[in-house]
């Protein structure tokens, strides 16, 4: 029975990560996905180098807004024979800063408001700014669910890039 590759790549997690030892070199590494990539049938596009890092990422014609990339990297172990690959899905640099950015406004505004109200209440002043603490937090969940939400909408792309990644190395990547 073929185990299903969405077993092991969590909804829940805004950016999956994986990190595996391989018996593979660097260089089988970067031969196994560049004959990969460069096949007319690939389900995927991207780069891969020498220097130990690569990405994977959709087509253009089937991106959209929340489509994920998987940046990779491998290195030589010390010890033994091989490499660790480590990888990480996310959405394109864009959107994460993107996302980053409303995050630090948000936690900056809070604490700012949060100071400003407790100032005032310690002074005997009206604590009233502080109703929109709760306002803020609310914000915070509701954009973290369209964040959730987005990944959840690139998820079957997803798996598409880790089932890529697992078939033109041969190897079996779980969390």
Same mark, same amino acid.
């Given at each position: $029975?073929?185990?299903?590759? !969405?077993?092991?790549?969590?909804?829940?997690? +805004?950016?999956?990560?994986?990190?595996?030892?391989?018996?593979?070199?660097? !260089? *089988?590494? +970067?031969?196994?996905?560049?004959?990969?990539?460069?096949?007319?049938? %690939?389900?995927?596009?991207?780069?891969?180098?020498?220097?130990?890092?690569?990405?994977?990422?959709?087509?253009?014609? /089937?991106?959209?807004?929340? &489509?994920?990339?998987?940046?990779? &990297?491998?290195?030589?172990?010390? /010890? /033994?024979?091989?490499?660790?690959?480590?990888?990480?899905?996310?959405?394109?640099?864009?959107?994460?800063? $993107?996302?980053?950015?409303?995050?630090?406004?948000?936690?900056?505004?809070?604490?700012?408001?949060?100071?400003?109200?407790? &100032?005032?209440? &310690?002074?005997?002043?009206?604590?009233?700014?502080?109703?929109? +603490?709760?306002?803020?937090?609310?914000?915070?969940?509701?954009?973290?669910?369209? %964040?959730? $939400?987005?990944?959840?909408?690139?998820?079957?792309?997803?798996?598409?890039?880790?089932?890529?990644? *697992?078939?033109?190395?041969?190897? +079996?990547?779980? *969390?």
């Amino acid at each position: $029975m073929k185990e299903n590759v !969405e077993d092991h790549l969590p909804h829940y997690r +805004v950016r999956p990560r994986f990190k595996i030892k391989t018996t593979y070199t660097k !260089e *089988e590494i +970067v031969e196994k996905m560049d004959t990969a990539l460069n096949k007319e049938d %690939a389900p995927c596009k991207g780069w891969v180098n020498i220097a130990g890092y690569g990405k994977l990422y959709m087509p253009q014609e /089937e991106q959209h807004y929340w &489509s994920p990339e998987l940046s990779f &990297s491998f290195s030589e172990m010390d /010890e /033994e024979k091989g490499c660790t690959l480590s990888g990480l899905y996310g959405p394109r640099p864009a959107v994460w800063t $993107m996302f980053v950015f409303f995050y630090f406004a948000i936690g900056f505004a809070a604490v700012a408001i949060s100071i400003i109200g407790l &100032s005032n209440l &310690s002074l005997n002043k009206s604590g009233s700014v502080l109703w929109l +603490v709760p306002i803020l937090i609310l914000t915070f969940l509701t954009l973290y669910l369209v %964040a959730y $939400m987005g990944q959840r909408l690139g998820h079957q792309q997803m798996v598409t890039l880790h089932q890529f990644l *697992e078939k033109s190395t041969g190897l +079996v990547i779980q *969390e």
